[in-house]
């Protein structure tokens, strides 16, 4: 079983640019959550994806958006890029039982975004 | 709201000293809390977890106890090892808000020789 996995695993961008990270979850997974974690802090919610639509959302500003395919997959797009942009970001995956996603969330190993 | 508080660091420890992190919690109804380790350079890995009063989660040594009259779940280990060094988030999850995370801000701990 592979896991939640991510890509790219770094990447380096500059300010006003647009980026686009993507995740898989772990095998069995339909429900998608995205974390921003700034260094030396603990993760902060983005939004949760099921059934390829945004079920929930944190306090992160229209610049974020994101997507989730059929296949359960999902993307986090981030546009006009800020250097306070530079962070970790994690995805993570669970199931779901009767529409609610499972309480236990399992984390890929994140994309380290650098913004100049 | 819901929100977590854990214990500032840095800790460092001798090995096979006792460790104890502190985490407190606010929540609006009845969280289910979790302990999560980041290795450096790693993503975020369940420790353990407790989802109502009184349960004690427990894995490699490490337990952590969901005490609701005290809203904490503080983390200890009877006799830490070098490969315990990481950081350590204190979590709750709450069912009413569609199980996102709030995490603590982390605590790095160093265990040395």
């Known amino acids: 079983d592979a896991g939640v996995t991510q890509s790219p695993t770094h990447l380096i961008k500059t300010r006003g640019q647009q980026v686009t990270l993507r995740c898989s979850p772990k095998?069995?997974?339909?429900?998608v959550s995205w974390y921003q974690q700034a260094l030396g802090q603990g993760p902060q919610f983005i939004f949760q994806?099921?059934?390829?639509?945004?079920?929930q959302r944190g306090n992160f500003p229209d610049r974020f958006s994101g997507h989730q395919f059929p296949n359960y997959s999902s993307e986090l797009n981030v546009n006009a890029l800020l250097l306070g942009d530079s962070a970790l970001y994690l995805c993570?995956?669970?199931?779901?039982?009767?529409?609610?996603?499972?309480?236990?969330?399992?984390f890929g190993p994140g994309t380290r975004l650098l913004v100049l | 709201g819901n929100s977590v508080t854990q214990m500032e660091g840095p800790v460092t420890l001798s090995e096979e000293a006792f460790l104890t992190i502190n985490c407190t919690y606010t929540?609006?109804?009845?969280?289910?809390l979790f302990w999560y380790v980041q290795y450096p350079g790693e993503g975020l890995q369940l420790l353990l977890k407790?989802?109502?009063a009184d349960d004690k989660g427990s894995n490699k040594g490490f337990e952590a106890t969901y005490r609701k009259e005290t809203t904490s779940f503080h983390l200890e280990k009877g006799s830490v090892q070098v490969s315990d060094s990481a950081v350590y988030f204190c979590?709750?999850?709450?069912w009413g808000t569609g199980n996102q995370f709030y995490f603590g801000t982390g605590t790095s701990l160093t265990v040395i020789p």
């Open positions: 095998s069995g997974h339909d429900t």
């Open positions: 993570a995956s669970s199931e779901t039982d009767r529409g609610r996603s499972k309480e236990t969330q399992y």
């Open positions: 979590a709750l999850s709450y």
């Open positions: 929540a609006t109804g009845y969280p289910s």
């Open positions: 994806y099921y059934e390829e639509e945004e079920r």
């Open positions: 407790a989802t109502k």
